[in-house]
């Protein structure tokens, strides 16, 4: 089964069809769907796990069900929803539920006579219908009680575990990780594995040179210069000692892990280490 959508440029072409617009709004702490007819306009507030898409597709099947019982048979819903009409474009077993519920009752309008035609309409062009149901999408009250997608529960408890996780690591002032990487998130591989390996040992600050003590039981490194342990905050950024490698290789003598070993990690970072000798201790 498909359904017939057509693009604005054939609006001159249906003025015999009852329009109708729908639209959704998501904000923190809200989600809502509006629904606008010629003498009627249907609101809905809906749980807040429920994504942008979803909302889109409930506002579309809550037009179809307000009309079923109408003595009229031709409709053009409106909607700024590119991604609902490609969806409703085709059957799929493993489609959106809603999209499945909306393709049902279309069969079922359908078979009672009705002609529904499907438009796009891009948002936020001064199209009234389509900014009525936006405004009341915003400020939907009624609450609609709907079984939740599996993709929006998903989502939702990815996104809190993630928020949860950001606040712990936040926490972690003594980590030497996070002083480079604030953020949770993916970083990129490097292609050489040896790199990689090379660079992530920094981003940890946990390098042979810096912590093979540990493993043998022998004291920490020192720096001859500053009479510190060495780690890598110092071999990078402290020691006065590399003072004009720094300036030579990063343009700059005051830097920080971050500028080197950061996300966007600094091209001559390797170079730097090769220079002053530590390369090959990493």
């Known amino acids: 089964m498909s359904t017939n959508w057509r693009g604005a440029h054939n609006l001159h072409l249906l003025s015999s069809f009852v329009p109708i617009f729908t639209d959704c709004s998501k904000s923190d702490g809200h989600v809502g769907c509006g629904v606008v007819f010629p003498s009627d306009t ?26 079923s019982p109408s003595s009229q048979r031709d409709f053009i819903i409106y909607t700024d929803s590119m991604s609902a009409l490609e969806t409703l474009s085709h059957y799929d077993t493993q489609m959106h539920p809603v999209g499945l519920e909306i393709l049902s009752v279309l069969q079922g309008l359908r078979n009672k006579g009705f002609h529904i035609i499907f438009c796009w309409v891009p948002s936020r062009v001064g199209i009234s219908g389509n900014e009525t149901a936006d405004a009341i999408a915003k400020f939907a009250s009624a609450f609609l009680p709907r079984a939740l997608p599996y993709p929006d529960i998903k989502k939702s408890f990815v996104s809190h575990l993630f928020s949860v996780w950001q606040q712990s690591w936040s926490l972690q002032s003594n980590n030497k990780l996070r002083s480079v990487k604030p953020l949770i998130g993916l970083w990129p591989i490097l292609p050489i594995r040896g790199a990689d390996v090379k660079l992530t040992r920094l981003r940890m600050g946990h390098t042979r040179f810096t912590h093979r003590h540990l493993l043998f039981g022998e004291r920490a490194p020192l720096c001859p210069t500053c009479h510190e342990t060495f780690t890598i905050k110092h071999i990078l950024i402290e020691c006065p000692s590399f003072k004009c490698h720094r300036e030579y290789h990063f343009n700059s003598s005051s830097v920080t892990l971050q500028d080197l070993v950061g996300e966007t990690y600094h091209p001559n970072i390797f170079n730097f280490l090769k220079t002053i000798g530590y390369f090959m201790s990493i």
């Open 42 to 67: 249907l609101s809905y507030r809906l749980h807040n796990c429920c994504s942008v898409f979803t909302a889109e597709l409930v506002a579309i099947f809550s037009a179809l069900q307000e009309i």
